[in-house]
């Protein structure tokens, strides 16, 4: 038996989802995944639990955020922190025979425990879309249109999404600091999104008041087309300068999607993801403080399952987007039909009926209710079969 303590309370960071936001979240993903199968994707499931060793290893989430455990055999367990890896391993194993390119979608619910302190659901449904075996450019617009044209598709009105690249900002990086280490010190700082820390550190760093500047030039990257030019004078690397011209396409590929007015340019973007090697983004909505989706190119994933392959995909949290839109499932019209014992099977037929019709209906034994006036307050319509049975079998209005 449970002490008094918990039994009213839930493991840190999972929630209930009552009615209202659960019908909302189901009109939301309805949505989008249609909107995915629209643009020929097939959706899939993953198991709930895989095994450490592969998904947990290769997920890029920090070990100490892992749900583990372990089965009969001994062998160590994780629920899934994410859906990338996991799509990963399917591509390389149950569809190994499909050829690339290979597009897929998924609404999965995901686990990453979280601190006591953290303030975040430990559980949460993400719902998304990956593009396996597709290297080019037009696969990165492909996604980012994908993406928008979901969101616009749920109702969500304001929201931008920022992209940036992460062969740009390693190649910055790495030919001003010199090394690895010190670059990692930077991203960090960069990926927190904490630009003050990132001056502080740079201001006491022994460099050229040059390679300053170029650092605290990055932080300015952000904004259309025209901040291309700036990127050139910073970077000297031709890896720099390729990510720059990769940007640079995908951001007239994204014009001719009609889609640019959705678009900025965050050159300094960095995600916790290690396992990103290109295009980045994320989307921003007014509504919210914290990005609703993001995703990238992770080209190198799928050679740790055997089955090399470019690839890029994007996850929307549906528990943050349904706080963007708001309450937006329609409210469905629910009758209540409230019978006496003598004439239940006369209301039984009634509700068959008007369900039979397409109607919402409830029904409800007079004996089993405390407050019927409580009832009218619940339903749009009561009806009331009650009394002795009338000729015809008419309710009692």
């Known amino acids: 038996m449970l002490s008094k303590l918990f039994m009213f309370e839930k493991p840190l960071g999972m929630r209930d989802t009552l009615p209202e936001l659960y019908e909302t979240k189901t009109y939301l993903r309805t949505e989008i995944v249609n909107e995915m199968k629209r643009w020929g994707y097939q959706m899939v499931e993953t198991p709930t639990v895989e095994y450490y060793d592969t998904i947990g290893a290769k997920s890029a989430i920090l070990d100490q955020q892992l749900f583990k455990l372990m089965d009969k055999q001994g062998y160590s367990l994780v629920l899934r922190p994410d859906m990338t890896a996991p799509i990963a391993r399917l591509v390389s194993s149950s569809l190994k025979q499909t050829a690339y390119p290979i597009r897929l979608g998924y609404h999965s619910n995901l686990f990453r425990a979280q601190q006591y302190d953290g303030g975040r659901p430990a559980e949460f449904e993400q719902v998304g879309a990956e593009l396996i075996g597709d290297g080019s450019v037009s696969a990165d617009a492909e996604t980012i249109a ?43 700082f960069l990926y927190e999104k904490n630009y003050v820390g990132f001056r502080s550190h740079v201001k006491g760093l022994q460099l050229s008041s040059i390679d300053k500047k170029r650092l605290f030039g990055l932080l300015k990257l952000r904004g259309g087309n025209e901040l291309f030019e700036q990127a050139l004078k910073l970077v000297e690397s031709e890896q720099g300068k390729a990510a720059l011209e990769e940007l640079q396409e995908l951001w007239t590929v994204l014009k001719e999607y009609g889609l640019d007015s959705f678009i900025t340019m965050d050159l300094n973007l960095v995600l916790h993801m290690s396992y990103y090697t290109g295009t980045v983004f994320e989307v921003y909505s007014q509504e919210l403080g914290v990005p609703l989706g993001s995703g990238g190119r992770y080209d190198e994933l799928l050679q740790q399952f055997n089955r090399p392959a470019q690839a890029i995909g994007f996850g929307i949290r549906l528990d943050l987007l349904a706080e963007a839109v708001g309450q937006i499932a329609p409210t469905e019209y629910r ?56 000729q015809g079998g008419q309710a009692d209005e």
Request: net charge negative; charged share 30%.
């Open 146 to 188: 994908l993406l928008i044209e979901s969101l616009k598709r749920t109702g969500l009105q304001q929201f931008k999404l920022a992209i940036g690249h992460v062969g740009f900002v390693d190649a910055l990086l790495l030919e001003i600091v010199g090394n690895k280490e010190r670059a990692e010190v930077l991203r960090r």
């Open 335 to 390: 009758t209540c039909v409230i019978f006496s014992r003598e004439r239940r099977a006369e209301a039984i037929g009634q509700a068959r009926q008007l369900r039979e019709e397409g109607q919402i209906v409830v029904l409800q034994d007079l004996n089993g209710i405390a407050n019927v006036d409580q009832m009218s307050e619940d339903y749009d319509d009561i009806l009331y079969v009650i009394g002795k049975s009338k």
